[in-house]
């Protein structure tokens, strides 16, 4: 199944739509965030025949959904909780990601266990029986072993061989499994948004909400400041921490999770992860995470967070100390803070469930884990709400929420089909076939990596990367101004390459970027086919 219409987000059709809009055009549903969630209830609703519109106070995956850990992951903590439902929903919806919605952002990345002393036998044999469980789960969701090949354990030496840069001192072996890693979350979203634009959605950045009704939004155009009421049938909340900011009644409880960006090569970890267990604990892990520029992020924390929701959060000294001491406990370089190119920290948007009480399928929870449980809630002016969950099971908390809208609305739609719809970039080509040896390419833009290349083949200035010895084209920012929504130089360098997450790689790409983007680069050749 495709899409039916053009994928394509520039500041033309952002302008065309806000204008009939404001005009009074009146959509069956108008979605209230730009994240994972927002796009994904978005692109549920279009393809089920509603007319949809999408607001986005900045830029498409500007909060939380870009600062993830990137991995698409079967839910082994939840199983270690008990929470068996939650684990299997996170296990089959890896699965459908994997197969199916975005297959050519995702791999499967190997992950280490080091068996060091922090680690004692008695553990060593929890772990391991946890990920045969989390293995089962793999097959009840009937993801292949071809994907996701199965746990076992391995000799010091083959870890060694798969971590070089493991300490040796003290390693009795490793226990290895396999999740799925995202090549760049804010690609994903960024792929959402634009299918859902195939089926006829209006994705519209730099527009805040400055009220919700059961009938539309007041909403801001950020771009002049000029303010409009956009006309609804029904409303959607999909901010994620800044949901209660909206609706009242929401109440939440925002934990940061925070990273570090360090040189892969410099402290030796090339395609493995690490799985590094926190001393003094039993289901508690951090991660060292392989990245495909030869970086790697290590996380993360949760500590909880008061006071004012920041646009984008930092990341406090006390959990660089601590991230770094951890990752120093297994590897043969001790890490310091020299070490450490870049850092960021996302919000999770955790429930207040003494408020709330249920989830979506109203089950009392409040004995249980409940840090990635969501909940589709329905405040006294009739806006609905989606909240909690995590990236991996965003595909079903869109489904609950276009659920509640249709429930609540009677609006007339089909059933929920993005099980079987695959992103753009999913189809012809994501096999990197036809663009032979651009591998990074194939695996950020799949099936469109041979129009990015073309760019860059047609004009010189396209084909330079934009920072020395690196490997991101000016022909990605070109890309991304025509058919993916990126407004500004920002746009581009936090949400569509990422080069703004290490300060050195913002700075020397900035002069280039800001040129192209000012061109107003929107003007490619139509969409092929």
């Not at 939440?252 to 926190?278: C, E, M, Q, Y």
């Not at 084209?473 to 890309?479: N, S």
């Not at 790409?509 to 092929?528: F, M, R, S």
């Amino acid at each position: 199944m495709s899409t039916v219409g053009d994928t394509a987000l520039n500041a033309r059709r952002r302008g065309a739509e806000l204008a009939a809009l404001a005009d009074g055009r009146v959509v069956d549903l108008l979605v209230v965030g730009g994240g994972v969630t927002g796009v994904g209830a978005a692109l549920d609703a279009a393809a089920r025949g509603l007319s949809v519109a999408l607001i986005e106070a900045h830029d498409l995956a500007f909060g939380t959904s870009r600062f993830s850990s990137k991995l698409v992951h079967g839910g082994l903590r939840y199983l270690a909780n008990g929470d068996l439902g939650l684990a299997y929903e996170s296990a089959v919806e890896r699965g459908v990601l994997m197969s199916t919605v975005a297959p050519h952002l995702i791999r499967a990345l190997p992950q280490l266990v080091p068996l060091h002393e922090q680690l004692p036998a008695r553990n060593a044999a929890l772990t391991m029986a946890g990920l045969v469980a989390g293995d089962l789960l793999r097959r009840a969701a009937r993801t292949p072993t071809k994907l996701l090949p199965g746990p076992r354990r391995v000799s010091g030496a083959e870890a060694l061989a798969l971590v070089p840069g493991l300490r040796g001192s003290g390693l009795r072996g490793g226990l290895l499994s396999f999740d799925g890693q995202l090549v760049d979350d804010a690609r994903l979203v960024v792929a959402l948004a634009r299918t859902a634009a195939g089926f006829g959605a209006r994705v519209l950045t730099r527009v805040r909400a400055l009220e919700l009704g059961t009938d539309g939004a007041q909403v801001r155009d950020e771009l002049t400041g000029d303010t409009s009421w956009l006309r609804a049938r029904s409303v959607l909340n999909a901010t994620g921490v800044w949901a209660g900011e909206l609706v009242e009644s929401v109440r939440l409880r925002p934990s940061r999770g925070s990273h570090l960006v360090l040189d892969g090569t410099r402290i030796g970890l090339t395609g493995t992860a690490l799985t590094i267990p926190v001393p003094g604990t039993m289901n508690r892990f951090a991660l060292l995470l392989p990245q495909q520029d030869g970086r790697c992020y290590l996380g993360l924390t949760d500590e909880p967070l008061d006071g004012p929701i920041p646009d984008v959060p930092t990341v406090p000294d006390s959990d660089v100390d601590f991230l770094l001491e951890l990752g120093s406990s297994v590897l043969r370089t001790r890490l310091t803070s020299a070490d450490v190119i870049g850092r960021f920290a996302g919000l999770r948007p955790l429930i207040d469930w003494a408020a709330s009480g249920t989830d979506a399928r109203g089950v009392d929870i409040r004995s249980a884990d409940l840090s990635r449980r969501h909940a589709v809630l329905t405040a006294p002016n009739g806006v609905i709400t989606v909240v909690g969950g995590k990236l991996t099971t965003y595909r079903r908390m869109a489904q609950d929420a276009v659920d509640a809208v249709l429930a609540a609305t009677g609006l007339p739609a089909g059933p929920c089909r993005t099980r079987s719809i695959p992103l753009v970039g999913a189809g012809s080509g994501a096999d990197g076939s036809v663009v032979d040896g651009h591998d990074r390419l194939v695996s950020r833009y799949g099936g469109e990596a041979a129009q990015v290349l073309a760019l860059a083949a047609a004009d010189s200035r396209l084909a330079r990367p934009l920072v020395a010895d690196g490997e991101v084209l000016g022909a990605e920012v070109a890309w991304a101004v025509a058919r993916e929504g990126a407004l500004s130089a920002e746009d581009v360098l936090d949400r569509r390459t990422r080069l703004g997450l290490v300060d050195a790689d913002r700075a020397a790409a900035l002069p280039a970027v800001t040129a192209l983007v000012d061109e107003g680069l929107d003007a490619l050749p139509a969409e092929q086919p």
